[in-house]
């Protein structure tokens, strides 16, 4: 209830991941910017979708606004938006956190599926030693089991140009396209 939405501001990387479907890709730096007195805050999200039988990712970056909910709300942001060719509507919570970290539970849902999971946020790619002290000991206080949480490979390296003759697709690029459209398919 006293969270300070412009403590948020700036880039934040996901680190952990709650929710195998929708919280472990790869590569997800997140830039949050907050005008004081706004409603909202504009949100960059990036992730890369792995494309498991060609090879390299998908690269997604999603711009979101976040409502930033009355004090009477549960949830901190209510976020509509697009991912994937699906509409999405989130209720994001954050739990717990400091200028080091920040712990963000959701809830969602689109098309497919009714979703939740939770995630972690720290300033740096990986989870420095220190902050994953304190931020295992906020989850596990809310509830939630530090081993079930995944780590997000934020490596980010550079994916080669596309060249525009090979710009085609295959039936190979099948089972990466599913997987991109409707995430957790493909085991």
């Known amino acids: 209830s006293n969270f300070d939405v412009a403590s948020l501001n ?16 790869l590569c997800q730096p997140n830039t ?13 999200i990036q992730l890369r979708v792995p494309k498991i039988k060609s090879g ?8 979101e606004n976040l409502v930033i909910s009355g004090e009477q709300e ?5 976020v509509t938006g697009e991912i994937f060719g699906l509409s999405f509507d989130e209720e994001w919570y954050i739990l717990a956190g400091d ?11 689109n098309l ?25 000991k906020a989850a596990e206080a809310k509830g939630y089991v530090w081993s079930k949480f995944c780590t997000v490979d934020n490596g980010c390296p550079e994916l080669p ?27």
């Not at 790619?125 to 002290?133: G, K, Q």
């Not at 099948?174 to 085991?187: K, M, N, Q, S, Y």
């Open 10 to 25: 700036g880039r934040w990387y996901k680190v952990k991941g709650y929710n195998e479907k929708y919280d472990c890709y």
């Open 74 to 78: 549960r949830s901190t942001f209510k």
């Open 56 to 63: 390299g990712a998908w690269e997604n970056i999603v711009k």
């Open 161 to 187: 140009p596309v060249r525009e003759d090979s710009a085609t697709l295959s039936l190979d690029d099948i089972p990466d396209l599913i997987e991109w459209f409707a995430p957790g398919t493909v085991a």
């Open 32 to 44: 949050f910017e907050y005008a004081p007195g706004s409603p909202t805050m504009k949100a960059d």
């Open 112 to 136: 497919q599926d009714v979703y939740e999971g939770a995630f972690i946020y720290t300033r740096t790619p990986s989870l420095p030693a220190d902050v994953e002290a304190k931020a295992r």
């Open 99 to 109: 200028d080091d970290y920040k712990l963000v539970a959701y809830k969602g849902k």
